[in-house]
Structure formats: C-alpha cells, structure tokens
C-alpha cells in the first residue's frame, strides 16, 4: 500500500530564507505524487505533481519538488519565502500508483514565515 | 465559472442525530471525492466516485458512514447516528477523472458532534 510521510508537522523560516518541506513516500508502483497547500479556512490547492518525465517539477508561486526515486523522496522548495507563504503544505501520493483512484495524504506540515 | 461548494459550512448537532452534508462539484467533472481532516488523523479518503462505475468505498470508517451521487453531479454524504469522534471538516473534492487531473476542493463542512 502507498503512503507518505511528511517530517517536521511545523517549519519556521523568516521572510526571504529558502523553504524546504520534506515529504517521502512508499509505493509498490511507480508513483504519481502531488504537493497541495492549505490556507486557513479554505481547501486545498494544487501547488504541483510529478507524474512521469522530468523529475524537477515547477509549480505555482514559485515552489518546485524534486522526485528521487533512490530516495523515495519528493521535497518542496522555494529560495525565498515570502509572508504569504504562511500555511499548511500536504504531501500526497495516488493510492494506486497510477491514473486512477483517490490520494494518501501525509499529516501536512505547517509553515511560518517570520518577518 | 463557480468551484465546488459544500454545504453547510458548520453544523453542530448532537450525538446520536443523523447529518446530511452536500457537494456540489465543479460541473463537467466526473470524479468526485469525499476526506475528513482532523486533528489527530490528518487527510483521510472516505469514498469516491467516478463517472457511472461503482463507488470506491474503502475509506469509510463505519457502516454508519454512507454517500451517494445523484445524475453524476451533486453528492451527499449521510452519517447516522453520530458520535463525538465523527466531529470534523468533511471536504468534498471534484476533477475531470484520472488522479493526475487536479483534484479541486470545496471549503469544507465542520462538523461538530456535541
């Protein structure tokens, strides 16, 4: 069965200090992975996701993740964190490692930026 | 054009009642998805359906957990006889399929069992 595990349930950084949320994961099959974001009181939104190909994914707002398969790792990064950074980052991996099915969550890990 | 809307955005009720939440997905998107988020368990899959085929659902944590999806659209997810533990934010989420296409999320139930 696919799983994720995200190290660290809080991060601090300051304002304009890289960003890095570390999620790794387990899988039986080659993986589709996803990294969502979650501000307060709202839903989830899709940051990025790897699926095949180029294993250095870019996504909105300036984050991108790197897929490791050696590693099985799949960590988010920004060289500079901004104030609106600040929420709460889901790493997720498809339940059946391919197109269909739903998504495993990780426990989320929240980000602070301090000024 | 409009995203997914969940309603009601809080419920309150008392152990034992039943509850009824609703999803309306994005239209023209035919998976749609129902977690629970909780602070001790995360993001949990409860239950998922696609299109006409049958609903997935591993997720539910009980038999008293139930969901269905009327014409492919609009989805309702039915708990009966509520305990304190079901209290939580339901999100229900809708995508054009296949788990590659994003999946967009409502803002939520909160649901709190008293």
């Known amino acids: 069965a696919q799983s994720v595990t995200q190290l660290g349930s809080h991060v601090s950084v300051s304002e304009g200090a890289l960003v890095l949320l570390r999620c790794n994961y387990s899988?039986?099959?080659?993986?589709?992975l996803f990294w969502y974001v979650q501000y307060p009181n709202q839903g989830l939104q899709l940051l990025l996701k790897?699926?095949?190909?180029?294993?250095l994914v870019k996504g909105i707002n300036g984050f991108e993740a790197e897929f490791k398969k050696s590693e099985t790792s799949f960590h988010l990064t920004k060289p500079s964190a901004h104030m609106s950074d600040a929420a709460e980052y889901f790493c997720?991996?498809?339940?059946?490692?391919?197109?269909?099915?739903?998504?495993?969550f990780g426990k989320g890990t929240k980000l602070s930026v301090k000024p | 054009g409009a995203g997914v809307s969940q309603s009601p955005s809080n419920k309150v009720t008392e152990k034992g009642k039943d509850v009824e939440l609703r999803c309306d997905p994005i239209?023209?998107?035919?998976?749609l998805y129902w977690y629970r988020q909780s602070l001790g368990q995360g993001l949990e899959f409860l239950i998922y359906?696609?299109?006409?085929?049958?609903?997935?659902k591993s997720g539910l944590p009980s038999d008293r957990f139930s969901a269905e999806r009327t014409g492919g659209s609009v989805s309702t997810l039915t708990i009966q006889r509520t305990q304190q533990e079901d209290s939580a934010v339901y999100l229900c989420?809708?995508?054009?399929?296949?788990?590659?296409?994003?999946?967009?999320f409502g803002p939520g139930t909160r649901l709190t069992v008293t």
């Open positions: 997720a991996v498809s339940e059946y490692g391919g197109s269909q099915g739903n998504l495993i």
């Open positions: 239209s023209g998107h035919t998976a």
């Open positions: 989420a809708s995508s054009l399929g296949a788990v590659i296409y994003e999946q967009y």
């Open positions: 790897y699926t095949t190909g180029a294993t």
């Open positions: 359906f696609q299109g006409n085929s049958a609903p997935d």
């Open positions: 899988s039986s099959v080659p993986p589709y």
